[in-house]
Antibody
């Protein structure tokens, strides 16, 4: 079975940094596009960033471009999200999500999700 | 960026009813649309992709359709376990974008 386990969330002051991690198992990690999707408390879903399942191209939402960096370590089956210059409106539950089909040139849509890791940006 | 406008934002229905949720794209996205169901405290679950293709294991009471840039999720024979928030998401182009969600109360 596919498993995605996020970690790294917590309380951080505005302007601070955090690095989220997501360890995947039960599938060929290198073959799938992987994503971060967030959900502020009581709000809707927002795609944050993704990495291609074929050539490691990366993609970002406008709201995080220039502040967040997505990466992955195939040898560790781990997806990362480095978050810098954090703002109060970045506070959310951050989900790691795996694309449904392998080898897609860009992230498309998400079939498997982790349980999420909570990020709170507050002074 | 492609905007996804979902309506209604909430609805209340009874057991056995048929409900319809609509998602309008700000431009042509072909059939590159997925519907998710999210229950409180849980991660979303994909129901339909490609606008109308049912995911394995999802009951046929869920149906997706498209007319131009307007997409519809129809849920028939409503049951209490269908209470959830439903989201659409386009994957025609980046950035990927979601609709605002429809909370369905039974």
């Amino acid at each position: 079975d596919v498993q995605l386990v996020e970690s790294g969330g917590g309380l951080v002051q505005p302007g601070g940094s955090l690095r989220l991690s997501c360890v995947g198992s039960g599938f060929s990690f290198r073959d799938y596009a992987m994503n971060w999707v967030r959900q502020a408390p009581g709000k809707g879903l927002e795609w944050v960033s993704g990495v291609s399942g074929s050539d490691d191209s990366v993609y970002y939402a406008d709201s995080v471009k220039g502040r967040f960096t997505i990466s992955r370590d195939i040898s560790k089956n781990t997806l990362y999200l480095q978050m810098n210059s954090l703002r109060a409106d970045d506070s959310a539950l951050y989900y790691c999500a795996k694309d449904q089909f392998p080898g897609t040139p860009k992230p498309f849509f998400f079939h498997d999700w982790g349980q999420g890791t909570l990020v709170t940006v507050s002074s | 960026d492609i905007q996804m406008t979902q309506s209604p934002s909430s609805l209340s229905a009874s057991v056995g009813d048929v409900v319809t949720i609509t998602c309008r794209a700000s431009q042509d996205i072909d059939n590159y649309l997925v519907w998710f169901q999210q229950k409180p405290g849980k991660a979303p679950k994909s129901l339909i992709y490609g606008a109308s293709t049912l995911q394995n294991g999802v009951p046929s009471k869920f149906r997706g359709s498209r007319s131009g840039t307007v997409f519809t999720l129809t849920i028939s024979s409503l049951r209490p376990e269908d209470s959830a928030t439903y989201y659409c998401q386009q994957y025609n182009s980046h950035p990927l974008t979601f609709g605002g969600g429809t909370k369905v109360e039974i």
